[in-house]
Protein backbone atom coordinates (compact mmCIF):
# COMPACT_ATOMS: atom_id res chain seq x y z
CA UNK A 1 0.00 0.00 0.00
CA UNK A 2 0.93 3.55 -0.75
CA UNK A 3 2.13 6.00 2.11
CA UNK A 4 2.49 10.06 2.18
CA UNK A 5 3.44 12.76 4.40
CA UNK A 6 1.20 15.94 3.65
CA UNK A 7 1.59 19.30 4.74
CA UNK A 8 -1.19 20.38 6.01
CA UNK A 9 -0.97 23.98 6.70
CA UNK A 10 -3.84 26.24 7.59
CA UNK A 11 -7.33 24.12 8.83
CA UNK A 12 -9.21 26.29 5.86
CA UNK A 13 -7.73 23.96 3.50
CA UNK A 14 -10.66 21.48 4.50
CA UNK A 15 -13.36 23.73 2.67
CA UNK A 16 -10.72 24.92 0.26
CA UNK A 17 -9.69 24.31 -3.40
CA UNK A 18 -6.36 24.98 -4.18
CA UNK A 19 -3.08 23.11 -5.64
CA UNK A 20 -2.61 22.04 -2.47
CA UNK A 21 -5.84 20.39 -1.82
CA UNK A 22 -6.01 18.92 -5.97
CA UNK A 23 -2.76 17.31 -5.08
CA UNK A 24 -4.53 15.57 -1.77
CA UNK A 25 -7.42 14.56 -4.11
CA UNK A 26 -5.09 13.03 -6.76
CA UNK A 27 -3.15 10.64 -4.19
CA UNK A 28 -6.61 9.69 -2.70
CA UNK A 29 -7.94 8.71 -6.35
CA UNK A 30 -4.52 7.06 -6.91
CA UNK A 31 -4.01 4.41 -4.76
CA UNK A 32 -5.88 1.35 -3.94
CA UNK A 33 -8.48 1.26 -1.23
CA UNK A 34 -6.92 0.46 1.55
CA UNK A 35 -8.50 -1.77 4.53
CA UNK A 36 -7.90 0.84 6.93
CA UNK A 37 -5.37 4.10 7.14
CA UNK A 38 -3.36 4.94 10.27
CA UNK A 39 -2.81 8.74 10.11
CA UNK A 40 0.13 9.78 12.48
CA UNK A 41 -1.21 13.64 13.14
CA UNK A 42 0.62 16.72 14.37
CA UNK A 43 -2.04 17.52 16.54
CA UNK A 44 -2.32 14.61 18.67
CA UNK A 45 1.15 15.60 20.74
CA UNK A 46 1.61 14.00 24.21
CA UNK A 47 3.71 12.16 26.58
CA UNK A 48 3.22 8.76 25.35
CA UNK A 49 2.81 6.69 22.04
CA UNK A 50 -0.84 5.40 21.48
CA UNK A 51 -3.52 5.07 19.19
CA UNK A 52 -6.86 5.51 19.03
CA UNK A 53 -9.37 2.04 19.70
CA UNK A 54 -13.04 3.41 19.62
CA UNK A 55 -15.31 1.90 16.69
CA UNK A 56 -16.47 5.53 15.99
CA UNK A 57 -13.93 7.83 16.55
CA UNK A 58 -15.90 11.65 16.85
CA UNK A 59 -14.64 14.05 14.42
CA UNK A 60 -12.35 16.83 16.83
CA UNK A 61 -12.62 21.01 15.83
CA UNK A 62 -9.07 21.12 17.65
CA UNK A 63 -8.84 24.83 16.41
CA UNK A 64 -9.78 28.08 17.54
CA UNK A 65 -10.81 31.80 15.63
CA UNK A 66 -11.95 30.23 12.81
CA UNK A 67 -15.84 30.73 10.78
CA UNK A 68 -18.50 28.59 12.10
CA UNK A 69 -18.59 26.32 8.68
CA UNK A 70 -15.26 24.57 9.92
CA UNK A 71 -17.04 23.75 13.09
CA UNK A 72 -19.70 22.06 11.38
CA UNK A 73 -17.41 19.78 9.63
CA UNK A 74 -17.72 16.08 10.31
CA UNK A 75 -15.64 13.34 9.49
CA UNK A 76 -17.85 10.09 10.35
CA UNK A 77 -14.74 7.56 9.11
CA UNK A 78 -15.64 4.34 10.93
CA UNK A 79 -12.48 3.20 13.24
CA UNK A 80 -10.75 -0.50 13.67
CA UNK A 81 -10.24 -1.31 17.09
CA UNK A 82 -9.02 -4.56 15.67
CA UNK A 83 -5.88 -2.61 14.08
CA UNK A 84 -5.22 -1.04 17.25
CA UNK A 85 -3.54 -4.43 18.47
CA UNK A 86 -2.31 -5.35 15.39
CA UNK A 87 -0.77 -1.92 15.17
CA UNK A 88 0.83 -3.56 19.06
CA UNK A 89 2.02 -6.54 18.11
CA UNK A 90 3.97 -4.88 14.78
CA UNK A 91 5.82 -2.35 16.59
CA UNK A 92 6.67 -4.80 19.76
CA UNK A 93 8.64 -3.94 22.26
CA UNK A 94 7.75 -0.50 21.43
CA UNK A 95 5.05 -0.28 24.11
CA UNK A 96 1.84 1.43 22.62
CA UNK A 97 -1.00 2.59 24.59
CA UNK A 98 -4.95 2.10 23.15
CA UNK A 99 -7.34 5.07 23.60
CA UNK A 100 -11.02 4.40 23.68
CA UNK A 101 -12.55 7.44 24.67
CA UNK A 102 -10.07 10.50 24.85
CA UNK A 103 -9.00 11.07 21.61
CA UNK A 104 -10.28 10.86 18.10
CA UNK A 105 -9.82 12.52 14.41
CA UNK A 106 -8.41 16.06 14.65
CA UNK A 107 -7.56 18.74 11.79
CA UNK A 108 -4.25 17.43 10.94
CA UNK A 109 -6.08 13.81 10.15
CA UNK A 110 -9.65 14.82 8.61
CA UNK A 111 -8.71 18.59 6.93
CA UNK A 112 -6.52 15.93 4.60
CA UNK A 113 -8.74 13.02 4.40
CA UNK A 114 -11.83 15.11 3.38
CA UNK A 115 -9.85 15.57 0.05
CA UNK A 116 -8.18 12.16 -0.11
CA UNK A 117 -11.15 9.83 0.85
CA UNK A 118 -14.05 12.00 0.80
CA UNK A 119 -16.57 9.30 0.98
CA UNK A 120 -15.45 8.47 4.84
CA UNK A 121 -16.21 5.29 4.70
CA UNK A 122 -12.17 3.74 4.83
CA UNK A 123 -11.63 2.99 8.66
CA UNK A 124 -8.85 5.55 10.28
CA UNK A 125 -6.77 5.01 13.35
CA UNK A 126 -4.75 8.12 14.59
CA UNK A 127 -1.46 7.52 16.18
CA UNK A 128 0.09 9.90 18.53
CA UNK A 129 3.41 11.25 18.82
CA UNK A 130 5.07 10.65 21.83
CA UNK A 131 6.73 14.34 22.43
CA UNK A 132 9.20 13.17 25.41
CA UNK A 133 10.96 10.80 22.79
CA UNK A 134 13.66 12.09 20.09
CA UNK A 135 13.53 12.04 16.67
CA UNK A 136 15.59 8.83 16.60
CA UNK A 137 12.54 6.96 17.79
CA UNK A 138 9.91 8.61 15.69
CA UNK A 139 12.15 7.50 12.83
CA UNK A 140 12.91 4.48 14.17
CA UNK A 141 8.86 3.54 14.87
CA UNK A 142 8.36 4.56 11.14
CA UNK A 143 10.44 1.46 10.28
CA UNK A 144 8.31 -0.97 12.66
CA UNK A 145 5.67 0.10 10.76
CA UNK A 146 6.76 -0.78 7.58
CA UNK A 147 4.54 -3.89 7.28
CA UNK A 148 1.20 -2.59 8.01
CA UNK A 149 1.42 -1.63 4.28
CA UNK A 150 1.88 -5.06 3.46
CA UNK A 151 -1.77 -5.60 5.16
CA UNK A 152 -3.11 -2.96 3.19
CA UNK A 153 -3.37 -0.17 5.74
CA UNK A 154 -2.05 3.29 3.87
CA UNK A 155 0.44 4.99 6.12
CA UNK A 156 -0.11 9.02 6.63
CA UNK A 157 1.64 11.29 8.27
CA UNK A 158 0.08 15.08 8.71
CA UNK A 159 2.00 18.21 9.50
CA UNK A 160 4.68 20.72 7.59
CA UNK A 161 7.89 20.25 7.44
CA UNK A 162 8.69 23.73 7.83
CA UNK A 163 5.79 25.24 10.30
CA UNK A 164 6.70 29.24 12.33
CA UNK A 165 3.48 30.63 13.07
CA UNK A 166 5.01 33.23 14.79
CA UNK A 167 7.00 34.15 11.72
CA UNK A 168 4.45 34.42 9.20
CA UNK A 169 4.08 37.22 6.76
CA UNK A 170 0.37 37.72 6.12
CA UNK A 171 1.16 40.67 3.09
CA UNK A 172 2.84 37.74 1.02
CA UNK A 173 0.56 34.61 0.61
CA UNK A 174 3.42 32.90 -1.80
CA UNK A 175 6.85 33.83 -0.17
CA UNK A 176 9.47 31.88 1.44
CA UNK A 177 12.28 33.41 3.94
CA UNK A 178 15.88 32.66 3.37
CA UNK A 179 15.61 30.12 6.30
CA UNK A 180 12.55 28.06 5.38
CA UNK A 181 13.28 27.23 1.99
CA UNK A 182 16.96 26.15 2.83
CA UNK A 183 15.43 24.13 5.39
CA UNK A 184 12.67 22.42 2.86
CA UNK A 185 14.79 22.28 -0.14
CA UNK A 186 17.17 20.10 2.08
CA UNK A 187 14.13 17.79 3.83
CA UNK A 188 13.44 17.53 -0.15
CA UNK A 189 16.24 16.40 -1.09
CA UNK A 190 17.03 13.98 1.85
CA UNK A 191 13.43 12.64 1.34
CA UNK A 192 14.27 11.71 -2.78
CA UNK A 193 17.34 10.98 -2.36
CA UNK A 194 18.06 9.24 0.97
CA UNK A 195 15.27 9.14 3.93
CA UNK A 196 17.65 7.73 6.14
CA UNK A 197 19.32 11.12 6.12
CA UNK A 198 15.88 13.46 6.51
CA UNK A 199 16.68 11.59 10.39
CA UNK A 200 19.24 13.84 11.31
CA UNK A 201 17.18 17.11 9.82
CA UNK A 202 17.51 18.40 13.38
CA UNK A 203 21.30 19.26 13.63
CA UNK A 204 20.07 21.67 10.59
CA UNK A 205 21.15 25.25 10.91
CA UNK A 206 17.67 26.15 10.60
CA UNK A 207 15.97 23.29 12.52
CA UNK A 208 15.18 25.92 15.21
CA UNK A 209 13.97 28.43 13.12
CA UNK A 210 11.93 26.03 10.85
CA UNK A 211 10.47 23.68 13.71
CA UNK A 212 10.38 25.79 17.02
CA UNK A 213 8.01 23.37 18.06
CA UNK A 214 8.85 19.97 16.65
CA UNK A 215 5.43 18.81 16.26
CA UNK A 216 4.50 19.51 12.99
CA UNK A 217 7.93 18.09 11.54
CA UNK A 218 7.88 14.58 13.23
CA UNK A 219 5.26 13.18 11.67
CA UNK A 220 7.77 13.56 8.38
CA UNK A 221 10.57 10.80 9.89
CA UNK A 222 7.45 8.65 9.82
CA UNK A 223 7.66 8.08 6.29
CA UNK A 224 11.32 8.54 6.14
CA UNK A 225 11.26 5.28 8.04
CA UNK A 226 8.62 3.49 5.75
CA UNK A 227 10.89 4.47 2.90
CA UNK A 228 14.11 3.31 4.55
CA UNK A 229 12.71 0.33 5.64
CA UNK A 230 11.70 -1.03 2.01
CA UNK A 231 14.92 0.59 1.01
CA UNK A 232 12.35 3.34 -1.26
CA UNK A 233 12.48 6.97 -1.90
CA UNK A 234 9.73 9.56 -1.70
CA UNK A 235 8.45 11.15 -4.48
CA UNK A 236 7.51 15.01 -4.32
CA UNK A 237 3.86 15.53 -4.28
CA UNK A 238 3.35 18.93 -4.32
CA UNK A 239 5.82 21.56 -2.88
CA UNK A 240 4.97 25.42 -2.13
CA UNK A 241 5.62 27.83 1.15
CA UNK A 242 2.77 30.08 2.25
CA UNK A 243 3.19 33.52 4.42
CA UNK A 244 7.34 33.00 4.50
CA UNK A 245 6.93 30.50 7.74
CA UNK A 246 5.18 27.55 6.31
CA UNK A 247 5.93 24.87 3.94
CA UNK A 248 3.13 22.46 2.07
CA UNK A 249 5.65 19.79 0.99
CA UNK A 250 3.89 16.42 0.64
CA UNK A 251 5.53 13.87 -0.34
CA UNK A 252 4.78 10.07 -1.18
CA UNK A 253 6.00 6.43 -1.56
CA UNK A 254 4.81 4.00 -3.77
CA UNK A 255 2.23 6.35 -5.27
CA UNK A 256 1.75 7.26 -9.01
CA UNK A 257 0.03 11.06 -9.09
CA UNK A 258 -1.21 12.69 -11.60
CA UNK A 259 -1.55 15.85 -9.98
CA UNK A 260 -4.01 18.40 -12.12
CA UNK A 261 -2.04 21.90 -13.11
CA UNK A 262 -3.78 24.74 -11.19
CA UNK A 263 -2.83 28.52 -10.76
CA UNK A 264 -1.20 28.26 -7.52
CA UNK A 265 -3.36 29.75 -4.41
CA UNK A 266 -5.57 32.60 -6.33
CA UNK A 267 -8.58 30.05 -5.89
CA UNK A 268 -8.22 31.13 -1.94
CA UNK A 269 -8.06 34.81 -2.98
CA UNK A 270 -10.76 34.84 -4.78
CA UNK A 271 -12.79 32.01 -2.80
CA UNK A 272 -12.22 33.45 0.63
CA UNK A 273 -10.58 37.23 0.62
CA UNK A 274 -10.74 37.31 3.88
CA UNK A 275 -7.93 35.36 4.55
CA UNK A 276 -5.62 37.24 2.59
CA UNK A 277 -6.05 39.08 6.97
CA UNK A 278 -4.16 38.36 10.00
CA UNK A 279 -6.88 36.58 11.74
CA UNK A 280 -7.70 37.41 15.57
CA UNK A 281 -6.20 34.38 16.70
CA UNK A 282 -3.18 31.86 15.24
CA UNK A 283 -3.79 29.85 12.55
CA UNK A 284 -3.39 26.67 14.89
CA UNK A 285 -2.51 26.45 18.18
CA UNK A 286 -4.02 23.46 20.07
CA UNK A 287 -2.63 20.01 21.96
CA UNK A 288 1.25 21.21 22.30
Not at 95 to 104: A, F, I, N, T
Request: with cysteine.
Amino acid sequence: MPAAFIGHGNPMNALDSNRFTQAWRAFGESVPRPRAILAISAHWYVNATAVTAMARPRTLHDFFGFPQELFDVQYPAPGLPELAEEIADTVRPTWVGRDVDVWGLDHGTWSVLLHAFPDADIPVVQMSINAERDSTYHFGLGVALAPLRRNGVLILGSGNVVHNLRSLDWERPEFAFDWASRFGEDATARMLGDPEAACRLDAHMDYREAAPTPEHFLPLLYLAGLATAEKETADLLVSGYVYGGLSMASYTLGADVLVPPSDGLSEIRQERPSLQEKPDAPVEDANI
